[in-house]
């Protein structure tokens, strides 16, 4: 097999294309905050009038109505109202505004030892539902995908452990750099602390090994292009052709390396989430019967 041959062309990168909501997120948040100033004010509405009252109760109900997502996977009438993609849709709407309409009826103060745990419970299990939402962002793909993406990609690179010669059998150097990255994703760390680490610092390790690697290959194609008389557009195109390759293969192993962590990590959020769940539901009952009472 020619050099020529070897630098075939890379495989296509999917990229996932910017959603149009992201768009509004910035002018949303701006509204947000002022908002939040003017409630702070204390001029408009207290947390006991009418237009206060009103907005802590529907904040209410929107944090009850969430253990109906839970409740869904165990009762079949529930699982007839509409695909789980709906209901974890409305589960993340009512899970972001719901304590937003309740820390606006709060006016930003805390009125009474009951209110400040309530408040506390709230804001701790809102703040551990952005958490969540956003491991499971990077594990909703599934790992079969991840991992059959990354075997392709071994298997095209002819760097599996069965292959006798590969895209780059003339960098011996590289393919090794190859195969110990990809070790990664083949034997991920079982040490949950470990694999945490591991998560901070792929992509370091990751534009290392692709430094590493391109470093090799311009020594390696610089000495061949000057031994035949390459022009320098030919080995430009070379190493990009390369470059390509090993972009494609690092990314894949970190995708397939990172949901191994983000997965056990999810696991654990699963774990510490629903004592906060409960811990919310008796403070916010205590919360509204001091209210009612006093």
Same mark, same amino acid.
């Given at each position: 097999?020619?050099?020529?041959?070897?630098?075939? @062309?890379?495989?296509?990168?999917?990229?996932?294309?910017?959603?149009?909501?992201?768009?509004?997120?910035?002018?949303?948040?701006?509204?947000?905050?002022?908002?939040?100033?003017?409630?702070?004010?204390? *001029?408009?509405?207290?947390?006991?009038?009418?237009? =206060?009252?009103?907005?802590?109760?529907?904040?209410?109900?929107?944090?009850?109505?969430?253990?109906?997502?839970?409740?869904?996977?165990?009762?079949?009438?529930?699982?007839?109202?509409? +695909?789980?993609?709906?209901?974890?849709?409305?589960?993340?709407?009512? =899970?972001?505004? &719901?304590?937003?309409?309740?820390?606006?009826?709060?006016?930003?103060?805390?009125?009474?030892?009951?209110? &400040?745990? +309530?408040?506390?419970?709230?804001?701790?299990?809102?703040?551990?539902?952005?958490?969540?939402?956003?491991?499971?962002?990077?594990?909703?793909?599934?790992?079969?995908?991840?991992? @059959?993406?990354?075997?392709?990609?071994? /298997?095209?690179?002819?760097? /599996? %452990?069965? #292959?006798?010669?590969?895209?780059?059998?003339? @960098?011996?150097?590289? #393919?090794?750099?190859? *195969?110990?990255?990809?070790?990664?994703?083949?034997?991920?760390?079982?040490?949950?602390?470990? &694999?945490?680490?591991?998560?901070?610092?792929?992509?370091?390790?990751?534009?290392? /090994?692709? %430094?590493?690697?391109?470093?090799?290959? !311009? !020594?390696?194609? &610089?000495?061949? %292009?000057?031994?035949? =008389?390459? #022009?320098?557009?030919?080995?430009?195109?070379?190493?990009?052709? %390369?470059?390509?390759m090993i972009t494609t293969y690092r990314d894949s192993v970190r995708n397939a390396t990172q949901f191994g962590i983000y997965e056990r990590l999810f696991s654990l959020w699963h774990i510490l989430h629903v004592p906060f769940v409960f811990m919310l539901v008796i403070s916010g009952i205590a919360h509204v019967i001091a209210v009612h009472m006093y």
């Amino acid at each position: 097999m020619s050099q020529s041959d070897t630098l075939s @062309a890379p495989v296509a990168v999917v990229r996932e294309t910017a959603r149009p909501g992201r768009i509004l997120l910035l002018p949303l948040l701006i509204s947000i905050c002022i908002l939040s100033w003017l409630a702070a004010q204390g *001029k408009y509405y207290t947390a006991g009038s009418d237009f =206060g009252y009103y907005m802590g109760l529907v904040g209410a109900l929107m944090m009850v109505a969430l253990l109906l997502y839970p409740l869904r996977k165990h009762f079949r009438f529930l699982q007839a109202l509409g +695909a789980i993609r709906h209901w974890f849709r409305l589960h993340m709407i009512f =899970g972001i505004t &719901g304590p937003l309409l309740i820390v606006f009826h709060s006016t930003f103060r805390i009125g009474s030892l009951n209110a &400040g745990i +309530a408040m506390a419970c709230m804001l701790l299990v809102a703040g551990s539902g952005v958490i969540g939402r956003f491991i499971y962002t990077r594990i909703h793909h599934g790992l079969y995908g991840r991992k @059959a993406t990354f075997q392709e990609l071994q /298997t095209q690179l002819g760097i /599996t %452990a069965g #292959e006798v010669q590969s895209k780059f059998h003339f @960098a011996p150097q590289i #393919e090794e750099r190859l *195969k110990v990255f990809g070790n990664l994703a083949q034997h991920p760390s079982q040490s949950l602390w470990h &694999g945490t680490w591991q998560l901070f610092t792929l992509g370091l390790r990751a534009r290392y /090994t692709h %430094a590493q690697c391109m470093r090799d290959l !311009r !020594r390696i194609l &610089g000495q061949y %292009a000057v031994q035949h =008389g390459w #022009e320098r557009s030919k080995l430009r195109r070379r190493l990009a052709l %390369a470059s390509g390759m090993i972009t494609t293969y690092r990314d894949s192993v970190r995708n397939a390396t990172q949901f191994g962590i983000y997965e056990r990590l999810f696991s654990l959020w699963h774990i510490l989430h629903v004592p906060f769940v409960f811990m919310l539901v008796i403070s916010g009952i205590a919360h509204v019967i001091a209210v009612h009472m006093y």
